[in-house]
């Protein structure tokens, strides 16, 4: 006899999502939170623990600026578009026009708890947030995810597709009625594109490795040092910085 019907739902939350019975000083993660914590544990000690706050880059503060363009223009708030946008002009007047419609969620902040139920941004049960520029609801079953990148897109293929991968996992958590999502980046200064489209099942088979991840950062109480030449060159608080890293190589 054919089941028409699954034991278990793609996304249900079983052993494979095990809960610690208590989180330690950093309590809660992001993509990028996590990327920086398996470079360095002690990087993420400095910032999240001791506190000291990470300075902007030129290049980060003009992502950031570039960024609010796009979020206002696509809900209207800017009337032209500005210049920074132009390479993907079309694509940006496509969703100023769904978002009309109701189609699109703009700058979405997701917060989700340790069961990876829905919760708010900055809720006391917050443990996972993802940040994305727009998802677009394509129908009753899919969506389309876009994030608008201003670095480039060689030497980041890596680094990208696990947070496109991401942004798949929380989709289907966040949304139960989906079954496809295609990720999109969209390198704004170079005017390319990466795409790559999710089942439900092809994604959410990779949920428990994100979370046994997290789980190791949100419940870490060592925060050993990971010097490298790699990690301490990008560091901000690598040799001749304020304040040094005393772990730091060059």
Known sequence: ?????????????????????????????????LKVYEECAYRTYISRVKGVKEPSGPAADRGTQIHQYAED???GTMGEMHDSLFKFKDEFEELRELYAQGKVENEGEWGFDL??????????????????????????TSARVIDYKTGKK?????????????????????????????????YLDKGETTKKSYTR??????????????????????????????????????????????WGVS
């Not at 990779?206 to 950062?217: D, L, N, Q, T, V």
Request: net charge negative; hydrophobic share 35%.
């Open 154 to 186: 060689w030497g980041n293929e890596i680094s990208h597709g696990q947070q496109g991968l991401l942004y798949a996992i929380g989709t289907f958590f966040r949304y139960p009625h989906l079954q496809y999502v295609q990720v999109e980046f969209w």
């Open 73 to 75: 223009y696509v809900d």
């Open 1 to 33: 006899m054919i089941k028409l019907t699954q034991d278990t739902r793609p996304d249900d939350v079983g052993p494979d999502f095990a809960k610690p019975e208590a989180l330690g000083d950093v309590r809660a993660w992001s993509y990028s939170a």
């Open 201 to 246: 099942d092809q994604a959410m088979v990779f949920a428990p490795g994100f979370h046994r991840r997290a789980i190791k950062m949100t419940t870490e109480k060592e925060f050993a040092p990971t010097p490298s030449k790699d990690s301490c060159r990008w560091c901000p608080h690598r040799k001749g910085d304020e304040p040094e890293c005393t």
């Open 115 to 140: 069961d990876w139920a829905t919760v708010g941004w900055m809720q006391k049960e917050t443990w996972a947030r993802i940040k994305l520029d727009a998802l677009v609801q394509e129908d009753e």
